[in-house]
């Protein structure tokens, strides 16, 4: 059912050392001897490593970036197979889950000339990142290996994953196409009187049909003259004449997300409803308009905020108005008044207004770009500018 | 397309109390003055939070269970309408995300009551955990509050997860059905000839259209006379005759998982395949046999070693031969040599022995039960005793 022929998949080996290079050269800036990353996102950036398995929160996974040559992989030995199809070369591997050892003793073995060093290593340990193994066996790493330095290479790795390469950005593409033609399908298969439960089923298979590999992320609500919630799971409710309508997803292709919604009206949609979709319409178009290279994402949320405040002066609380995309459903930067971030050539983002209406309730805009040098290429079909009806 | 009537969703009030009070007894007895939690499955199974949106890893999200009395959330705003639908009644929460403070001056003041009176709360911090906050940030928290101890609350929090509830239980029951209803239109859907990326499309929209709210977890292989890999995203390879094909998936209902696997043999079968089929459906029998209380996870590892030992006595490496079922794909326990949990009624286990045959191959089988009084009750469609062959 696509229309157009998918780019290819995976890398070629080249993206990786380049990753891998760049990364370097900002490690030896930094005084890095090395980079331990162990998130899924940051292993699949420097191997190619591409599974679902990591949604089995057992196995503890990690890749040591040297100063030097290629990216070093301490795995479970149930991922060797998949991890020697990529294009590093030393993988080192345990029979895991092992309560006592879950890769310890290897990542000290690894760790210990570094440590004998005095040198620092980098780890993410900042804003929006997390610790991807046990707590416990982090402390055990630095009780033995007391002579090494841990650095915060949080910006570092984010600064390095916020520019996307042109392979990057036909998957970003791809995968917006796709659920620009599942968006496309609703006004067919959503209708008045279908438990939204089952909309959002319909909704599934409608985008797995268009290509997408996966619908990981859908969200949404319904309710009449709009929706009070935007991260809830579907209820049975069934949709109603005068409902609004909105579903907000994250479909991937090749390990890439597109992260985008939509809003319809069921049968008819009242004054304040369309005057909110009108408002965040043009607040959209006021950040589609920003998005160029030396602007801020500051600049963005600026640029957007002064639109929304036709309707909505209380600035919001969901915190930004859209962020990066990529191989997560939400990345950095974020638009937001605290980010200075400066955007340039092929950041790919979300353009994300939101604004609060009525008694309580609140709608949400959302498309995606990339920033080229003559200002937003826009990856998915824009939206109408007025609040369609459907069914 | 579902032949029976589905479960209510959510859960009871009374759920949650029961969970917080189970909890507070246990913490009781370890001395706890609270237990912070911050990862997905915990803070829904103590507040009833259900969102995809945890996908997004921009923010982090805090449930303190006190000694006594209702959880306290301390939670981003973006989250708070979602929460007020719970049961608990204490939320607390900050625009976020806010790089400079995310929650983190809110868990400080929360906790600094008990850190006041030197008392010690649990986090998970050992085997099979993560810390879902910047590790900087808890790093801060702890020099904030140098008086506060942090036991170690891992297996308190997996011993009481891993015995289901009955409402959970027939959450589980659905999910297994519903994939065992895809994975029985396997011959309908998939062919030889259909590259297997669409064989994957075709499998998650019968599994959808089955019943499930989704299905985050599809992998498998196929290949002449077998599969070298069990974790691999599909290629584009078409299916041939002679391959045997592997898919595993963890679908979700209501937030819950099954997790099982079949093998079918394309066209035609080898030996070594149908006597790999032959010998690791035994193998299941002898777990499914062992499954009953009173014994060990260890015991039903043997169980099912000493079967596949006729083909394999490698042991094998992938860890473990099947794991405990719920919230998340895996959970404890894990059928190992190492793991000695007594086996107790209304545990959800999957039961999964694998082997290794011929040049590099291997198979692998999986079913999911729960431990009765009388012994295991399958909660999935029991795979024919033969590999089938199809189209």
Redesign the interface.
């Known amino acids: 059912m696509q229309t157009t022929s998918p780019p290819r998949?995976g890398f070629d080996d080249a993206e990786f050392s380049q990753r891998t290079a760049n990364a370097q050269a900002l490690m030896a800036d930094a005084g890095l001897a090395g980079l331990l990353v162990m998130?899924e996102a940051e292993v699949r950036y420097f191997t190619g490593f591409?599974?679902?398995?990591w949604?089995?929160?057992?196995?503890p996974w990690f890749v040591f970036v040297p100063a030097t040559g290629k990216p070093i992989a301490i795995i479970?030995?149930?991922?060797a197979?998949?991890m020697r199809g990529c294009w590093i070369d030393d993988i080192r591997?345990w029979?895991?889950?092992?309560?006592?050892d879950?890769g310890i003793s290897l990542l000290t073995d690894l760790l210990l000339p570094v440590a004998k060093q005095g040198a620092t290593i980098g780890?993410m340990?900042?804003?929006?990142?997390?610790?991807?193994?046990?707590?416990?066996d982090?402390?055990q790493l630095m009780a033995t290996l007391p002579g090494l330095g841990i650095g915060?290479a949080?910006g570092l790795v984010q600064g390095l994953r916020m520019v996307k390469s042109t392979a990057e950005i036909e998957k970003l593409s791809q995968i917006c196409g796709i659920g620009s033609a599942a968006f496309a399908k609703v006004p067919e298969i959503i209708h008045a009187g279908q438990p939204l439960?089952e909309s959002?089923?319909a909704f599934?298979?409608a985008a797995?049909?268009a290509g997408a590999?996966?619908?990981?992320?859908?969200?949404g609500g319904a309710d009449r003259g709009g929706y009070?919630?935007?991260?809830?799971?579907p209820s049975?409710r069934p949709l109603q004449a005068g409902d609004v309508l909105m579903l907000d997803t994250?479909c991937t292709w090749d390990?890439y997300f597109c992260d985008f919604d939509r809003n319809w009206a069921i049968g008819t949609a009242d004054d304040a409803a369309r005057r909110a979709y009108d408002v965040l319409w043009r607040a959209t178009e006021a950040g589609i308009a920003a998005a160029k290279p030396g602007n801020t994402c500051s600049d963005l949320f600026q640029a957007m905020s002064a639109v929304i405040a036709e309707m909505d002066t209380s600035g919001g609380?969901?915190?930004?108005l859209g962020?990066g995309l990529g191989m997560?459903?939400?990345e950095q930067p974020?638009h937001?008044a605290?980010d200075t971030t400066v955007l340039t050539e092929n950041m790919v983002l979300t353009i994300e207004p939101s604004l609060s209406y009525g008694n309580g309730l609140m709608m949400v805009h959302e498309e995606n770009i990339v920033v080229s040098a003559n200002g937003a290429r826009l990856l998915t079909t824009r939206a109408v500018p007025d609040l369609p009806v459907i069914g």
């Open positions: 998949r998130t591409h599974t679902l398995f949604q089995s929160p057992t196995r479970p030995e149930i991922g197979a998949l591997t029979s895991a889950p092992a309560p006592h879950d780890i340990k900042g804003h929006e990142t997390q610790l991807r193994m046990p707590l416990a982090w402390e915060d949080t439960e959002f089923r599934r298979i797995i049909e590999d996966d619908v990981p992320y859908l969200v009070a919630d935007v991260i809830s799971p049975r994250g390990g609380d969901v915190g930004r962020h997560q459903l939400t974020s937001a605290f």
